[in-house]
């Protein structure tokens, strides 16, 4: 048998222990053969391959991004996209294909798998914002990331006098910011699921400074305020001190705690350190174990499945589950970082 | 209502964090008091306590070991140990006693909850060999220092054609080699459930300096050979070059492939590396939660129980099921990390 | 005899470590006893003092920040400042002052050791700029988080084919992006002492991505076009995507290279996590033996001097080379960077 | 010109960036070709060859052990071994060979040289104890992980009061003891160069319980008790809980401690991580310019040299430096570190 490999979208650390898993088992325990999709969907669609093979994969365990490269193009946006696909699949002699990818990705996957095409998805979101799965390789990673980062900030915050927001990934889910803000001890979370009103964030900041411990703001950069919560600081506006501000809700919210505190507040805005680099001992697990069990779904045939841990076992779930509804942070999980509040 | 704090047992990243919660919420939404008692069950015995507030846990979530002192101190056996226990809680007026630990601080635990102390418990073990929870707190903090100590072994391994055997933490179960292990890509792994055959792993050992790439063994403190696997070496041993050998697996395994196959074999023993500072974010989150459902448990007078995490829910388990069976890796488990040996 | 110490200016791991030494060594050795100044120069103008002693040192080694607080406080620019200083001085009782500071903080010391104030001063800036020492310390620290940042930051720039800029400190000297450069392997360094050509620059990403991989280019946050070098991104400007972008040289040149090469490129800003957070090892040896010289220079009466680093020697120099000329990257040290571009 | 390269002797973050830099600055600058020679001096004595380009080097930089591969063959050993690397070198049309390695390694490296061979050296201890540079590269990795372990171990050894000793790398010059035991707040350190006196050690450990802080003690492998100093335990000895211990100086020194104080002692040997794995920022712009110094070197006819850091510079010594006595730990150096002990 010969299988197709491919991993799309944005970076996230354990790509490759996935791939090296797939190949490992793939050769060694059911004789499969591989051949390495580049650059995302763009490999299928324009016959881009490499060889993939146990020494392809030797050294690639504890190293971020994917050997085969990624990219966000979107076959189903292109004319005869699928079409091509599905040629360039037969040419190259590819029986399945195993697809790496976070919701655009898998659903590309999805819609070949209903068109027939062996397929078996691997789900990848840094946001872990998945239903279906406990949590998302890259995950844990990202979070680990973000909490030595405010590990960092706290001694600056207190030795200062300052306020500090650090902005962290998360566009429609706070994850990120609600495990990183519980792990490092940020005196607030700010999340996408509950807008915050900007005058109990400031009544915090002043709450804070009078018992002489300077506030850490975690913000989700998807969080927004209450409505009709009137920030007075826009995108792009200048500042007190004649600087532009960027528009990030990062940037804003420390403009806005300065101007109504009078306290000096800084902003710092982690960005793709979180996606990068090597991946924590538990993403490589989950990543290898996602790998080991999408190969043996291939084996088995139980194609149009994904992968999502539940507890601690791998389970396979119809591929329509990675494309479905967000999961995002209840109230009652939100409710638990506000006990460190104010 | 005053609630009575202990903590006992080896050292464990995320004590800390289970006192600030329990103390955070306890005080904050509950109301109540605490009592810190002194080095495991050695306080209540001998009525040995510290003041427990929010001050005294303030900037501790990120540090390991405890405010409060640990020690092994069995009051069970003790003459009228158990007695003078009770009657110290009933003279410091502590209402109920939040109990953090492993398996012999949770047995006392039991026993006085059968007596009807007010008892609630959090499971604390680093093997994370515990049935009814998915995970404990400080096993990913455990798994990742020896994850970071195998990777940076790979490089010693293959520049200098060298055996290297990693001896992990694990006396019964062999969670911590499994995971970091996987984590790490060992070429092997050595597990308590399992016990090892030497002639297959020397045969491995061969196969691996034929293709060039030297082999990492990890292997738990706690693992054996097979019944009759003649292991040629034994306890404080003189070895080919005059050194005399610890009675630990790590070096014995590492002598006996040196007599076997010929080829340099060194051990890093990692021990209390493992169990000492910061936490990892997942082990802050984990410690964290358990803190708060704990204190909520005391709140709802729901005693006997103890923490554990299910998928990414804490519930309360029966006291007891601390103390019972052991969680150990399942064959089918094992054989995961089988699939990248040879 | 009684000894102030102060910290002020900005963040810098280290600074902690030079209270301690000095506390322990003037305690131990020379039977000083110490008082506190809060918050830089603002505690001896408004004379908030803390006591300050073996057991206010326990544990700090390791941590960020100062225990002491910090400000910007300039008592030169306040009316009266430099007599109540003096007069708190006495009121104190203090005889000598340890002054920890960069340069606006030694010019108050130098200022007052011109009066006959007893002072000993302790450098402090993390962009190392200072002439006369070799290293000061948090520098190492700085380097060593934006190296590892960039490492992270590689495997996202190959797989996803982008540009990715890298923003650092250093504001007039380029020290930290030409050692984090080098460690981190950057393919281009641009310091604030060589202009940059932007179309360099923009040829250098063009060769990069000929051969497949893609550039990292680190930027000290005072680096500038060459004159005339026309940059088309002016801060706060609205990029092609809609979003506006901050001033910083960080952004405008990400912007201003996807403009002329059409190849998608990201910033990411470290800020205030390169002066947070635990000293490495380097900068613990340097501070700690920093602070023990300072407490010597005390005992010995050798007031108006400052602590140096030459070779693997703790020097005193005159107070005033703290604040004189700054120490700037020369074209051979810039040169050997070089050698790693395009 | 061709020029061979060539690693020996143990391993040593940094290597591989000494390589990087003398590839990338001899093809780019000079035009050089390159000859890499595999493990160490057997290389060139078997004409084992590799091909060495700018393509070898992508990547490297961050990476632990040396591509080139590494042994302790002495060809001054092997009958005629000299004659056949001349020959080898002859046959390989090598015009130069830059040499990377220890004591062993460069003594080699200065017979060749003797004989009239066209020989660069690069000096390569991780113990820091060669005359001439201030520092040597892996060094500063070395004590950066044994800083980390220390910190780490604090906590334990505080929450369960005991005293652990932590033993590291430094069989004739204490330099890593040093540096690590001042930056990871040890309260004792023990090299080398100072026999130590036992019952001094007892003394201390019984005078910190008291002051309830647990003590930490760090020795170099190669300390050694004063003359007559009489220490209880021997190699090999079964300890008072049946465990056979093994000879080294730590485990030694933990059963002692214990026999004399009745209290609990544990001991952590760091062993190959210290000398495996990515090398900090210091380490690789350390190494990275001995590299391209290194290459000038041979670009400029200045054979029989090797690299040395003095200050911020690096240098160019008599080859026959790197062989001479070893660097050691003066009585004022080692008297800093006695400010923390007691």
């Not at 999709?37 to 881009?48: E, N, S, T, V």
């Not at 927001?165 to 996408?192: D, F, K, Q, T």
């Not at 900007?198 to 018992?211: D, L, P, S």
Request: glycine share 14%; aromatic share 6%; proline share 4%.
């Amino acid at each position: 048998m010969r299988v197709g490999v491919l991993t799309g979208g944005g970076d996230c650390p354990g790509l490759n222990a996935v791939i090296r898993a797939i190949v490992r088992r793939g050769v060694r325990d059911h004789g499969f053969e591989f051949v390495g999709y580049r650059d995302g969907w763009k490999g299928p669609l324009d016959d881009l391959t490499m060889p993939l093979g146990i020494e392809q994969c030797r050294g690639i365990l504890p190293r971020g991004g994917t050997i085969l490269g990624s990219s966000r193009t979107n076959p189903l946006k292109v004319d005869g996209g699928v079409d091509r696909i599905r040629e360039n699949l037969v040419r190259d002699g590819v029986d399945a294909l195993v697809v790496i990818g976070g919701e655009d990705t898998l659903g590309v996957a999805t819609h070949l798998a209903d068109l027939g095409v062996a397929v078996v998805g691997v789900p990848k979101t840094i946001d872990n914002d998945l239903s279906g799965t406990d949590f998302t390789f890259g995950f844990d990673t990202a979070v680990n990331i973000a909490t030595e980062a405010i590990d960092r900030l706290h001694t600056t915050a207190e030795s200062h006098h300052r306020v500090l927001v650090v902005e962290v990934m998360g566009r429609h889910a706070g994850w990120i910011a609600l495990h990183a803000g519980m792990a490092g001890g940020a005196s607030a979370v700010l999340i996408p699921e509950q807008p915050f009103d900007i005058e109990a964030i400031c009544a915090h900041v002043e709450t804070r400074f009078q018992t002489q411990y300077a506030p850490i703001i975690v913000v989700s950069e998807g969080a927004v305020p209450v409505e009709g919560g009137a920030m007075t600081v826009h995108p792009g506006e200048v500042d007190a001190f004649g600087h532009v501000r960027l528009g990030g809700i990062g940037d804003r919210l420390a403009v806005e705690i300065e101007r109504r505190t009078g306290k000096e507040a800084r902003t710092v805005v982690l960005g793709h350190i979180q996606r990068g680099g090597t991946p924590t001992a538990f993403d490589r697990w989950l990543a290898t174990r996602f790998g080991l069990q999408a190969v043996d779904a291939v084996a088995e045939g139980d194609f149009g499945t994904m992968m999502a841990l539940q507890g601690t076992k791998i389970v396979r779930l119809p591929l329509i589950e990675g494309t479905g509804a967000l999961k995002l942070v209840s109230p009652e999980e939100y409710a638990e970082a506000q006990v460190f509040f104010g």
